[in-house]
């Protein structure tokens, strides 16, 4: 099965906005409200960050917020920190042959 | 507040097979799902498996059918993630992950595990 797409890397300054796009199929992130957004700094454990699409877990800063449009689901940063900095993974319910899930390539933020 | 703790890092040969133990505390085990997924080496993140204890209901990748079995003690609030047949590109991190939906919170420390001669 095949992973979810992503891009690669993804800067910009403090303060500004960024978007990090998740794109699969109609089995998958088209098909399901299952999307999830996971953090991951380095040498831990990723952190869940967004969940059904557009949920935040309690704790999670509002600046982040998901969407999704057909087979494309997207993670939007606002007034970015250095924080942020970090690996992002987007995940999804997956129904390609067998119940699954499938995460994506990856997206490493720099905050410039 | 659940916590998932795993059991510590491996060191295996080719060919031989890998048992990861992952102790859930709070009260969900009964009603949780749990995962496992991994992350190989400066790669991304692999799901493997899911087993909703409740249930009894146990899930694959595809990739890992054969080769994984999930299983979980009630007892113990523990689960297990076994993987036979161990190749040099089995060398990652494993992570069990939780959650009473569709996504995973929270994950256990990670516990890594290289493959080698």
């Known amino acids: 099965q095949s992973a979810l797409t992503q891009p690669a890397s993804v800067s910009a300054s403090p303060g500004q906005s960024i978007t990090i796009s998740c794109t699969g199929t109609s089995s998958d992130v088209g098909g399901y409200h299952y999307v999830s957004w996971y953090q991951q700094h380095p040498d831990k454990a990723p952190k869940l960050i967004i969940y059904d699409v557009i949920y935040r877990p309690s704790g999670v800063s509002d600046r982040f917020s998901g969407s999704k449009s057909g087979n494309t689901a997207s993670l939007t940063i606002s007034g970015l920190q250095a924080e942020d900095e970090a690996d992002y993974y987007c995940s999804s319910f997956s129904s390609t042959n067998t119940l699954s899930y499938v995460f994506g390539t990856g997206t490493k933020v720099t905050v410039l | 507040q659940v916590q998932l703790v795993q059991s510590g890092a491996e060191v295996k040969k080719p060919g031989s097979s890998l048992k990861v133990s992952c102790k859930s505390s709070?009260?969900?085990?009964?009603?949780?799902?749990f995962f496992w997924v991994r992350q190989t080496p400066g790669q991304g993140l692999e799901w493997m498996g899911r087993i909703i204890p409740m249930l009894g209901s146990i899930n694959y990748a595809q990739k890992f059918q054969g080769r994984v079995t999930i299983t979980a003690d009630e007892s113990t609030t523990t689960v297990y993630m076994d993987l036979t047949n161990l190749k040099s590109d089995d060398t990652a991190i494993y992570y069990c992950?939780?959650?009473?939906?569709?996504?995973?919170?929270?994950w256990g420390q990670g516990t890594l595990v290289t493959v080698s001669s």
């Open positions: 992950a939780t959650g009473s939906g569709n996504w995973f919170d929270p």
């Open positions: 709070g009260d969900t085990f009964n009603k949780n799902a």
